[in-house]
């Protein structure tokens, strides 16, 4: 019996050690809303509230969209809900053209990879994160449940939409070319900055945030830079079904630089090829 007894004891303590308790991987899914300020520049100035309305209606889906970002305690994925253009019911191809494409982020490993398609051809860009030095605020708010700090900082206004252009961009290039071949002495361009706030909450102890927005002691609910506005509308925190986070990993790979430059110099070929047929 006490055989028996030594038996059964040397038994439970071999699974009681063998036995590891399944921990449940920590993630979870951010639902942003991002809003953006319609700036209508100088000729704007000459249309009327009607005309204005007009054209906040036609570009509404380029001013207020929505995000979703998955993540973990190390990686993050980022990317827009598809949504239909709010006059023709169709998606926004010229737009899209310059819209932020799928990103991953991992913190751990200090690495960007964001898929980015121009005129159906895709890049998948790879770089290091955006280094942002934030400075840690007391304030506090409430966004939903979760207890918020506030957080500011001063970004490279380039490194913060790296991957949208526009025609005044390349008149901008040219006339710094322009200035540089006919300088004696050039100077360094002074870099502009924009101002971001953004409020976080330690209850989500995890560095992530939407866009190129990380790196502080919790998740980012808010952030504000440049007119433009994300706040997190819903959170689901380690839902049943496993969340897949997953790099992007179709495209011709290239840095940001890179891949500003390549579509600089693609938009130029496009503005000088349609200046050669009007001739």
Known sequence: ??????????????????????????????FYISKSKMELGSWGARMSEAQKKQVQARL????????????????SLFDEEDKLDAISGATDSWGNNFSRGEQYKNIKENVL??????????????????????????????????????????????????????????STEANTATTDSTAVETLEPEVEMTAV????????????????????????????????TMLCAKIVMNPKE????????????????????????KMLEMRNNRGRSRN
């Open 113 to 170: 990879i964001q898929s980015q398609e121009f005129y159906g051809k895709r890049f998948l860009v790879k770089d290091k994160l955006q280094q942002i030095s934030w400075n840690m605020g007391k304030e506090s708010k409430q966004i939903g449940q979760y207890l918020c700090f506030k957080a500011s900082a001063l970004v490279p206004t380039n490194e913060l939409a790296w991957f949208d252009f526009s025609w005044s961009d390349l």
């Open 60 to 75: 509404k889906n380029r001013l207020e969209k929505t995000y979703v970002l998955s993540f973990n305690k190390e990686e």
């Open 242 to 265: 496993k969340i897949k986070i997953e790099a992007p990993d179709k495209g011709k790979e290239i840095t940001k630089n890179d891949y500003q430059n390549t579509i600089q110099t």
């Open 197 to 228: 706030e953004a409020w976080y909450t330690p209850q989500i102890p995890v560095s992530h945030g939407p866009a190129e927005y990380w790196g502080l002691p919790g998740l980012i609910l808010e952030v504000s830079a440049g007119g433009t």
């Open 1 to 30: 019996m006490k055989a028996l007894l030594s038996t059964l004891a040397i038994v439970s303590l071999v699974l009681l050690f063998s036995f590891k308790p399944t921990v449940q991987e920590f993630q979870g899914q951010a």
